[in-house]
């Protein structure tokens, strides 16, 4: 792929966030601890590409998310928004590029305002930005984005309030919102997580539709691996701040190279009685990020970890085309994940 | 399985009384639950699954009354009982429940290993001493270091916090779990430790789990029998094997076109039209016809019965064999 064809390339991006210290400690002196939300984080998003990323609470994928936005300044790293580096620009100068990158947030009974009607909610970004002469344009360019949302007919969603819609009509006005201002990427932080199953896949084939039809990319955010595979065209799987392994969806979960990729998938439970029951692959729990293991960050979880894993970080490598890993052992994992000889941490019950 | 019957439920309807009418959260539902089975409640927010759970534990708000119905619990009738004797008989000791959110269900004020302990001092009357060493091995039991006993809630991880729950609601051994979305809000990894708990603990205690969830993957993995639940009423009920295997009612089929499978291949997810009825004035007829792609003049005037469809599985639709025969001719 030539370098026009990506719209959003991250590089080496880190950010670090500084522990508060009590006054007794700040007293005392010495270091600041600080949390390693992300530590390295690189990856490219096509023109009119679902990205995702997925990973477990504490693996950095919203901080991603904000940094990309520009919402948390990062730390080090570069954020090449169609070239430009969106890590050097001011905030004026950022503000031209607000209307371009728009996000969609979790909670669609959070983040829109009780007391607009849904025009308000949508126009806002319009008269904001003076992307509209008058009203009756607003109107329209409303109108537009709720067809658009499958929100129809539109006239009679105009002015209704938010608590006079369903969870998943409001997460369809979020996106409207995001629209409205043609963006050329879409960031949606777990968009329908907090959606009942039957209505789950309106909302995300709302998404699938705007990215066919106006070419818009999108960045999603999930913790859901099986939802990702049906929506994504790439995705990341992120680990303690870092990305573990990145690829298509299909071939992560029929080739997962990386222990972590492989624990995630085994842990996933199938809709079918008669499916393998889950297993658990990984040790313990995730450790924190105030101070992450040495070496390969999954080492103190890994089945498979040896001397080397504590001391030198593995790489992300292509191991196929288009289809990256960072593990020292990922030959040797996949051959016990598929022959099912990976170790499994069973729980034992002792009377 | 012929084995004993710890939990009946008969015809039972539960409303809440409001201003505006009653909100027929549970609507005339017949079940039972053997000893040592996993029967798994699957409904969106909203059909009645948690209400449900509450009046099997006689927790019900004061505007919930039952109006019809018996709850049975290993034998002894406790619809009418009183407050008093429910606490003294029945809760922990007969039944127990993993509340929903039972991660923020723990006092953030008292160490762990004391909530525990409370229990077992309340309903066993044993020394504080003892009642803590018993806390300690329900812990270990369940995973977690006991030593983590004197340790405040914020000092555990969201699953240890679940794990924790799950020692208190077996501090009396009761007959009958009920878990009301257990691993809502925990990651997957988590998630799969505490199914693989659960199911371990049903194997070594042998008591009967009821597990309520919207998870379809979940309550596949670890039901021996599944009841679909829609706006209060039960519309399909069989052995997993069946309600996932031959499907019949469209509410169920709707339910599973919706949800991403990992397994499979690559799929178009298909949602299903409209939204669950308002259960103040639920749809005349069969509650799902609005939303029901199959749905024909008689669904918006009979409301249909659950019947048997061969074996045991039950189902609530007036057209289950068009609609089956049909899905078998042609292709979707």
């Known amino acids: 792929m030539t370098e026009s064809t990506k719209i959003l390339q991250v590089r080496d991006l880190v950010k670090f966030f500084p522990v508060r210290k009590s006054f007794v400690e700040s007293l005392r002196g010495g270091e600041t601890s600080v949390v390693h939300a992300i530590d390295g984080v690189t990856f490219d998003i096509a023109k009119g590409e679902i990205f995702g990323l997925a990973g477990e609470s504490g693996s950095g994928k919203t901080t991603v998310l904000r940094s990309v936005l520009m919402l948390i300044p990062p730390t080090s790293g570069s954020i090449l928004y169609e070239g430009t580096d969106l890590t050097k620009l001011g905030r004026k100068e950022m503000k031209q590029f607000r209307t371009k990158l728009q996000v969609v947030f979790q909670d669609p009974y959070e983040s829109v305002n009780p007391r607009m009607t849904v025009f308000d909610i949508v126009s806002e970004g319009l008269f904001i930005n003076n992307m509209v002469a008058s009203t009756e344009e607003a109107i329209a360019k409303v109108t537009q984005a709720l067809k658009d949302v499958q929100m129809v007919p539109p006239e009679q969603y105009l002015f209704r309030y938010p608590h006079e819609l369903s969870g998943g009509q409001r997460q369809r006005v979020a996106i409207a919102r995001a629209l409205v201002l043609s963006p050329d990427l879409i960031l949606a932080d777990e968009p329908v997580s907090m959606l009942d199953v039957s209505i789950r896949a309106e909302v995300l084939n709302v998404l699938l539709s705007v990215k066919q039809k106006r070419g818009i990319s999108i960045l999603f955010v999930t913790h859901d691996l099986a939802l990702s595979k049906d929506v994504c065209d790439n995705l990341a799987i992120m680990y303690l701040g870092i990305i573990v392994e990145m690829g298509r969806p299909e071939e992560l979960v029929n080739k997962p190279y990386h222990p972590y990729t492989q624990a995630l998938i085994a842990a996933v439970p199938v809709p079918d009685p008669m499916a393998p029951k889950v297993k658990v692959l990984a040790k313990g729990e995730i450790p924190t990020n105030v101070s992450p293991p040495s070496g390969c960050r999954y080492h103190t979880r890994c089945p498979i970890a040896k001397q080397i894993c504590t001391e030198k970080v593995p790489l992300l490598e292509e191991i196929s085309p288009g289809h990256w890993a960072a593990c020292h052992f990922w030959s040797e994992a996949y051959g016990m994940y598929k022959s099912g000889e990976m170790k499994e941490f069973e729980q034992e019950i002792k009377v | ?332």
């Not at chain 2, 008093?84 to 039944?95: A, F, L, N, Q, V």
């Not at chain 2, 794990?163 to 799969?192: C, G, K, W, Y």
């Not at chain 2, 609530?316 to 078998?328: D, G, L, S, T, V």
Request: aromatic share 6%; proline share 6%; hydrophobic share 40%.
């Open chain 2, 1 to 332: 399985m012929s084995q004993k019957t710890v939990l009946q439920v008969e015809n039972l309807r539960m409303y809440y009384n409001t201003t505006e009418g009653d909100v027929r959260a549970v609507d005339g539902l017949n079940f039972e639950v053997a000893e040592g089975e996993v029967l798994g409640i699957v409904g969106e927010s909203g059909c009645g699954k948690s209400s449900m759970a509450q009046t099997l534990m006689k927790l019900l708000p004061s505007n919930g009354k039952i109006k019809q119905g018996r709850v049975v619990v290993d034998g002894i009738d406790i619809t009418n009982m009183h407050d008093g004797e429910i606490r003294r008989k029945i809760r922990w000791s007969k039944i127990a429940m993993i509340p929903q959110g039972a991660m923020n269900s723990l006092n953030p004020v008292f160490k762990v290993g004391d909530q525990i302990s409370e229990v077992l001092r309340v309903h066993k009357g044993i020394s504080k001493k003892e009642a803590m060493r018993n806390s300690k091995a329900l812990l270990q039991l369940v995973g977690v270091d006991p030593r983590r006993a004197v340790y405040y809630p914020h000092e555990f991880s969201g699953g240890m916090k679940q794990r924790a729950m799950i020692a208190m609601s077996l501090a009396l051994t009761p007959s009958v779990l009920i878990a009301d979305e257990p691993t809502t809000a925990l990651d997957v990894i988590v998630q799969a430790g505490i199914i693989r708990l659960l199911l371990a603990l049903r194997k070594e205690f042998g008591m009967s789990i009821i597990l309520i969830t919207h998870d379809l993957a979940l309550v596949a993995q670890m039901s021996d029998t599944i009841a679909i639940m829609y706006a209060g009423e039960f519309v399909e009920y069989g052995r997993a094997q069946q309600v996932y295997g031959t499907t019949l009612h469209p509410y169920t089929l709707g339910l599973l076109g919706a949800f991403a499978d990992i397994s499979g291949p690559k799929k178009k997810l298909i949602s299903i039209p409209g939204s669950p009825p308002d259960l103040l004035n639920p749809p005349s007829g069969c509650r799902f016809n609005p939303r029901c792609p199959y749905a024909k003049d008689l669904c918006r005037e009979k409301p249909p019965v659950l019947e048997d469809a061969g074996e045991g599985h039950l189902v609530a639709c007036h057209f289950w064999k068009n609609i089956y025969e049909q899905r078998m001719e042609g292709p979707k």
